[in-house]
């Protein structure tokens, strides 16, 4: 059973203060609880994406010394050609 997210309000997205931005600015974001979705609480969901296949890597995590959005590492498995 899903139900709006508390977080976005069912908004999808949130403003994220110039203090926790990257770029010092105020900017408007995915909803990091729900990744986007609007809804919370599916039990079947990855527990870290939420299902978007996407996590944002922090910058102090990235060789590019940037955020940036990758592979979710707990369900979106690179495809092995064989």
């Given at each position: ?38 809804e ?14 996407t ?9 590019l ?18």
């Amino acid at each position: 059973m899903t139900q709006q997210c508390a977080t976005c309000k069912g908004r999808k997205t949130v403003i994220l203060p110039a203090d926790k931005s990257p770029l010092g600015i105020a900017a408007e974001v995915d909803c990091p609880e729900c990744q986007s979705t609007g809804e919370t609480g599916n039990p079947s969901a990855c527990q870290r994406c939420n299902d978007s296949k996407t996590v944002v890597m922090p910058a102090e995590e990235s060789q590019l010394g940037m955020a940036m959005e990758v592979d979710c590492p707990e369900c979106s498995e690179p495809v092995v050609l064989e």
